[in-house]
């Protein structure tokens, strides 16, 4: 029966798909994504006394303050705001991309919600009780914070919440089949399921690897904390460190998977662009990840003493690999633009400056795929074993983390939601003019922030220090680029999130009510055009990846050249 | 992309030195046996300014601890090549030595020593501060690596400069230095 419904999904839009899903379903997601805006608004809120303490000129440093901060932000952030959203994001692609689709089981859902805001309740007790172990929690540092159990139980609920709602994606899916013994019907659904609900059918093997480690990980860490097994804390560290790390690791592609996926449909809603890639070529390449993914957890661990070099070339040699999926995606996204606009009877370059650039779901897609090339550049050098121990464990990682998962992954999802709250409320966006600039005021402030984050990375700036002088003793140049990484980068980004909040939250309460059959105000309207002829080709959609390519190369090569220099030869 | 793995060639980064570990050695070291170690060496080879100067060819064993690195100064001589060697007797811990421009990277942790070859070549003091969170002092935690001139025109690469190492010795070389 749901195949039958679904052969009409041709005929509607996918604005009309998504305002048609059942209310029981709408209200899960709604919870979720609401979930998901309060951890972020909490992460944001911290962000900005992390803004505060680590702008030198400011003068503020206070470490006991800065590592409780710390830790409450990236869990806040990178643990349960993507949890969250992501999670509305698996049932949007069960019943939203769906015509007709229901989600397997609403209780299910609900159990799962509940699990992962136990976590999130568990996790803030722990912070603000003290356990200042930032996100990683690890053993043995985890011993001087009598907390730290909560974190690992935090963690814990969290990941038995991501198991269920994963499930209970998986079982959505399986009643897509009809005849489940035959190996037609399931190929015909796997073809006519939308590419962003298949790409979130190759997220589930890593979700649920990383549901596993976590298990495996934080069960023994918890009762370790605890008191409860008497193994040494040093021996102890050093297999949650290597199991740490293949589980963060693949943490890290969800984000980047469900990204891309909300990619194509934005562009789909903005654009009105269809592929004109074969859609199994898309399919494919979201294959690559569960694939490639996993074994590259190694490049986490290069200046780590505990793996042979050896190990650490093949591992370099496999994160070269991890880009390829996501670059040639973006090189798809772009193409569909560019021959849908092309088709309108725009020329080779001319179609670029015709895109809906005011619709701020488009500037949040295009700024958010602009910003993760870039910041994708940028890890170039932390990639490859040669290389890593010029920027390893400084501030350059946060310098190409913040970009990745606030300026690509989170307002790539922020202008999915421009669309969820205005289609699913029937409103139409509240202050248009701050959600137009929103988007490019948040990544250009991203790569501020990447951009100087990064020199100060070079120029030696550790990470996750409250007085990056030492004390006085550090370089002064240091304090000049944390002003601008900080003060300038942070502050702006902290605004762009305001605004975000604001829009979102106004909308929903103030935004106009808007008929069910009206086009959607806003800014928001599906780009009108007219097709004239057919376009093939896209090559301009081919520059952004050549550019990424070369600029990688210009690091790599940079790098070998800052220590080919270096006053101390190491190695 | 894998247009880079030609570049390790170019830069002889491709295969691993002599098989081994970059900055690691595999044996598993007892925090108690290693503090032990560089208490001996620091007796052995202290200066009246609290530094210790460092012999070409033999191991330099430094100890980080929540917040200090023992010895808080080393003097090396410019042109000589030494090997430190590195454990931490309580949480993770790294390294990040200051060069001016840049820095060199890496991680100290209990139980597996990271033993880094060096070669200075420009006298100078080097700070080396901790760049992982390692509790509320972290951000106190350094020390010097001080590099004179070379005492004489000796190239680097003694004859005799055999894999200088603490930990697969049985007695420590550090106790027969000058007293």
Known sequence: MATMANTDMANKSLAQLIGETHPDDQKLMAAYAIAGLLSLVGAFALAAVLVVIKTPALGLANGELYYRMLTGHSILGFVYWFAFIQSALLIAGATALRDGGRLWSLKLGWLAFAFMALGLVVNMVGVFAGADVLYTAFPPLAESFPATPLIYLGYLFVAAGAFLITLDFLATVFTWVDRKRSLQAWKRMLDEMHISAFAAVCAVPLIFSIVLTAFFLYIPAFRWSMGWISTDAREFALNFRLTYHVMFHIIHYIPAMAMIAVAYVLVELTTGAGSIYRKTVAKGLFLMYPAVVPPTFLYHLMADPSITQGIKIIGSALSLLVWIPSLLHMFIVTGMMEAGMRSAGYGLFGWIRHLPWRNPAFASLIMGMATFGIAGSLTAVLLQEQTAALLHGTFAVPAYIHPMVVGAASLIYMGAMYYGVTICMKRDLWGPRLARIQPYLLSVALVVFAWVGTMAGYAGVPRRTADITFGGVAPESWQALMNVAMGVGGTLSLIAGVLFFVVIGMTQFAGKKRPAAAALGGGLAMLALTRTREVVYTPTALIPGIIFVLVVLMFTAGAFATMGNWPIRFG | ?179
């Open chain 2, 1 to 179: 992309m894998l247009l880079i793995i030609p570049m390790w060639g170019v830069y002889g980064v491709l295969l691993p030195q002599d098989g081994g570990h970059a900055h690691g050695a595999e044996e598993l070291v007892s925090a108690a046996e290693f503090a032990d170690q560089t208490a001996r060496f620091i007796e052995a080879n202290k200066l009246p300014d609290g530094s210790v100067r460092a012999e070409h060819g033999k191991a330099i064993p430094v100890m980080a601890i929540q917040y200090a690195f023992k010895p808080n100064a080393v003097r090396l001589a410019a042109g000589e090549e030494y090997e430190m060697q590195m454990l931490s007797t309580d949480v993770v811990h790294a390294i990040s030595v200051q060069m001016g421009e840049s820095s060199y990277n890496a991680v100290v942790m209990p139980g597996v020593v990271t033993a880094i070859k060096l070669r200075p070549t420009q006298p100078g003091k080097y700070r080396v501060f901790c760049n992982e969170y390692c509790g509320i002092g972290h951000d106190y935690m350094h020390f010097s690596i001080i590099v004179e001139e070379g005492a004489g025109e000796e190239p680097h690469g003694h004859p005799g400069s055999e894999k200088p190492s603490l930990i697969k010795q049985d007695g420590g070389h550090g106790d027969h230095g000058k007293h």
